[in-house]
């Protein structure tokens, strides 16, 4: 965080409930929530291929093979969002 700042950036980053590095200059910026409800979207995919899809701990050894189940499991995850989607 000490380094994004020194580099002038705002850090993204989640904040933690204590002892976090990120504090009120941060997060007062209305783009600072927005930018965390994004992450949340983000992320939801990687926690769907863990718990649903299998991710949690592969059983392939090798990176072209965990590669394979890695693009497998997320075209899955696409398939699965795919009707709510195109409800709206």
Excluded at 9 to 28: C, E, F, L, M, N
Excluded at 51 to 72: E, K, P, S, Y
Aim: proline share 5%.
């Amino acid at each position: 965080i000490a380094a994004l700042r020194r580099m002038v950036v705002t850090p993204h980053v989640a904040q933690k409930a204590r002892y976090s590095a990120i504090d009120g200059r941060t997060t007062q910026h209305p783009g600072y929530a927005l930018s965390q409800r994004r992450r949340k979207k983000i992320e939801e995919p990687f926690g769907w291929a863990k718990t649903v899809g299998g991710m949690a701990q592969t059983v392939h050894r090798g990176l072209d093979r965990v590669r394979a189940q890695f693009t497998m499991t997320m075209a899955a995850c696409n398939l699965a969002r795919l009707p709510k989607l195109l409800a709206t």
